[in-house]
């Protein structure tokens, strides 16, 4: 996410006047991070509260001092990944990641020219990635500008205290709503997401 591409998307959004009052500060975005130790760290802190997740994951990735690869990962036993915590669900989640990059079946190489709902259908192939873990990819990733991730029960809560609904939003009526923010939907959920934590 570029500081031009941010600079735009802040002035686009600042033009709905519900939105505009809670756009804060300047938003952090993190560069760099690799496909395959993202998604990793998705499926390790599926269900689990930040700070078990960081933990679990920080032992796993210990188990790589040479560094955290599809093929590292293949190479070791399910007992292995079960000892540093991760149930033999994820384990056997970890292991499908794995073997889903070296046979192609998850190529980030061609993630710059597929659509966002390409990509979704390309990542749910992998046992235990879901939509809601393919929108955090391609937000936080590969940097996507206009996600809207409705399974997200933060944007879910962010939707309905910023329109003064009564429920939570359902699916469609997220999507109708947000849409006033195309084609930075992604950088207004991050504002939401913020105003929450700023209550």
């Not at 033009?15 to 975005?29: C, Q, S, V, Y």
């Not at 709902?117 to 990542?123: G, K, T």
């Not at 939570?168 to 939401?192: F, G, N």
Request: charge should be positive.
């Amino acid at each position: 996410m570029t500081p031009a591409m941010l600079r735009k998307a802040t002035a686009h959004l600042r033009k709905d006047a519900r939105m505009a009052r809670i756009m804060g500060g300047k938003l952090e975005w993190v560069h760099g991070r690799d496909p395959f130790e993202s998604l990793c760290r998705a499926v390790v802190g599926q269900q689990l509260s930040v700070k078990a997740a960081a933990t679990i994951y920080a032992r796993f990735k210990a188990l790589y001092p040479r560094g955290l690869t599809p093929r590292s990962v293949a190479r070791t036993h399910l007992t292995k990944l079960r000892s540093v915590g991760l149930s033999n669900q994820k384990a056997s989640y970890v292991l499908d990641l794995s073997k889903k990059f070296i046979d192609g079946t998850v190529n980030p190489k061609n993630f710059h020219e597929m659509t966002d709902e390409a990509i979704r259908d390309h990542l749910i192939a992998v046992k235990g990635i879901g939509r809601w873990t393919a929108d955090m990819f391609l937000m936080f990733t590969l940097h996507r500008p206009d996600i809207l991730p409705t399974g997200d029960l933060g944007i879910q809560k962010g939707m309905q205290r910023l329109f003064n609904l009564k429920t939570l939003p359902t699916h469609e009526k997220m999507v109708r709503l947000a849409e006033p923010w195309r084609p930075y939907r992604t950088i207004a959920c991050r504002y939401l997401w913020d105003s929450l934590d700023n209550e």
